[in-house]
């Protein structure tokens, strides 16, 4: 099984500037806890202190929501794309 992992410029930086790559991961736990052997810069920036998601991190699977797709329970399937989008705040 083989997903692809997509991400935008601002933590592509974290992975020596590769804004897409392919990863063995069956579900979001395996997902970042695969990053913190293959990109710990990344996962330093997506993980917080207690090895979880950030809130600031929104993940889609094929450009939905995983938080309505069963969140960290659910499970990638072979050919998912995979995007990792951090919030943007701002305003007035």
């Given at each position: 099984?083989s997903?692809r992992?997509?991400?935008?410029?601002?933590?592509?930086r974290?992975?020596?500037g590769?804004?897409?790559?392919?990863?063995?991961?069956?579900?979001?736990?395996?997902?970042?806890?695969?990053?913190?052997l293959?990109?710990?810069?990344l996962?330093?920036?997506?993980?917080?202190?207690?090895?979880?998601?950030?809130?600031?991190v929104?993940v889609?699977?094929?450009?939905?929501?995983?938080?309505?797709?069963?969140?960290?329970?659910?499970?990638?399937?072979?050919?998912?794309?995979?995007?990792?989008?951090?919030?943007?705040?701002?305003g007035?």
């Amino acid at each position: 099984m083989s997903i692809r992992i997509v991400l935008p410029t601002a933590l592509a930086r974290h992975t020596e500037g590769q804004k897409s790559f392919e990863s063995q991961a069956q579900d979001l736990p395996g997902l970042l806890a695969e990053f913190e052997l293959r990109y710990p810069a990344l996962a330093q920036n997506v993980k917080d202190t207690n090895g979880k998601l950030r809130r600031f991190v929104n993940v889609y699977v094929n450009d939905e929501d995983i938080r309505f797709l069963g969140g960290e329970d659910h499970r990638f399937a072979d050919g998912d794309e995979v995007m990792l989008i951090p919030s943007i705040a701002g305003g007035c």
